[in-house]
């Protein structure tokens, strides 16, 4: 559990890095294009999902170990939850919230691992982060990260 944390906290820590060197070579390195596709897409879906209260449908896309950070409905403030956590009845935000997301960038950790970055505005603005490891034949957030913005 620990290794993946640290893992997750390498990838957010050398993704500016990464995407700086992109920009100085003229080119990005990113997932291949089906899998870049495949996971902006769901992305989206976990915010649709959100905002017509169906957020317990997408349990799945989950890892058993996932970790996130980030704010909580009730108060604001920042908290580490588990995947039960997350799930958890009074985890959720009200159906109706609507955010409109942005700026996706999709980098390959390897070819069983990827990190997706984008903004989302809505009531609050967050950039946000999602590790998503390849378990089986699926795609599985491991880890989500959020850090509230002007």
Sequence with gaps: MKRILMFALLLIVAAPAIFAQA???GSAPAATNSSEETLVAQEKQKW???KNGQWLSLKDMFAEDFLSIGYEPADGSVKMTTKAQTFSQENRLPP???F???DFKVVSAGKDSAVV???AAGPIKVHATSVWA???QEWQTVFYQATMTR
Excluded: D, H
Aim: glycine share 12%.
């Design 23 to 25: 920009t100085a070579n």
């Design 48 to 50: 649709e999902a959100l």
């Design 96 to 98: 109706g919230i609507e």
């Design 100 to 102: 409109t997301l942005s």
């Design 117 to 119: 970055t984008y903004l």
């Design 134 to 136: 390849k378990r089986g």
